[in-house]
């Protein structure tokens, strides 16, 4: 039970919640708010992964400004927020190993919202972003390994 916590605290959450519910449905009354003890051990699982959620959706908005914006100016912001967010995702992912394979699920759920941010960000400040909408409706073009190691697109749009 230990190395569950120590390999996978998500799935040991989800585990705690699933026996916690069995003693419930059994009548073990120990005295325990089982509805809100379960809510609460459930919640920690999902906070990792929220965060977790939240660094790679900011790294791959980065990333989808830094391939189509023709701008040379906030390229470097771009690159320290994607720095900084990598080392929070890795962060995330050392202590947790149990998020490692749940990322292409978490880069599959952010893209949509990625797309739409860095869109709307791109275009609060003058820019066009029919690039990023034309050329990523589908799937994200980024794996895994892109978004956490050292890769950054080349500028696909205008000089």
């Given at each position: 039970?230990?190395?569950?916590?120590?390999q996978d605290f998500i799935g040991?959450?989800?585990?705690?919640?699933?026996?916690?519910r069995k003693a419930a449905d059994?009548?073990?009354?120990?005295?325990?708010?089982?509805?809100?003890?379960?809510?609460?051990?459930?919640?920690?699982?999902?906070?990792?992964?929220?965060?977790?959620?939240?660094?790679?959706?900011?790294?791959?908005?980065?990333?989808?400004?830094?391939?189509?914006?023709?701008?040379?100016?906030?390229?470097?912001?771009?690159?320290?927020?994607?720095?900084?967010?990598?080392?929070?995702?890795?962060?995330?992912?050392?202590?947790?190993?149990?998020?490692?394979?749940?990322?292409?699920?978490?880069?599959?759920?952010?893209?949509?919202?990625?797309?739409?941010?860095?869109?709307?960000?791109?275009?609060?400040?003058?820019?066009?972003?029919?690039?990023?909408?034309?050329?990523?409706?589908?799937?994200?073009?980024?794996?895994?390994?892109?978004?956490?190691?050292?890769?950054?697109?080349?500028r696909s749009g205008p000089p």
């Amino acid at each position: 039970m230990s190395d569950l916590y120590e390999q996978d605290f998500i799935g040991w959450t989800e585990q705690q919640a699933l026996l916690l519910r069995k003693a419930a449905d059994e009548g073990n009354n120990l005295g325990l708010d089982w509805t809100n003890l379960i809510e609460e051990v459930e919640g920690l699982g999902r906070s990792e992964l929220h965060a977790l959620s939240s660094q790679i959706g900011r790294i791959m908005v980065h990333l989808l400004k830094l391939e189509v914006s023709p701008s040379t100016t906030p390229r470097a912001g771009c690159e320290d927020s994607i720095a900084d967010a990598r080392g929070e995702a890795e962060s995330l992912l050392e202590s947790d190993p149990g998020l490692r394979p749940r990322l292409a699920a978490v880069v599959a759920r952010e893209w949509p919202r990625a797309v739409k941010q860095a869109a709307a960000m791109l275009r609060a400040h003058g820019e066009d972003p029919s690039g990023i909408i034309a050329r990523h409706r589908a799937a994200t073009p980024y794996t895994a390994e892109q978004i956490l190691g050292d890769w950054l697109p080349e500028r696909s749009g205008p000089p």
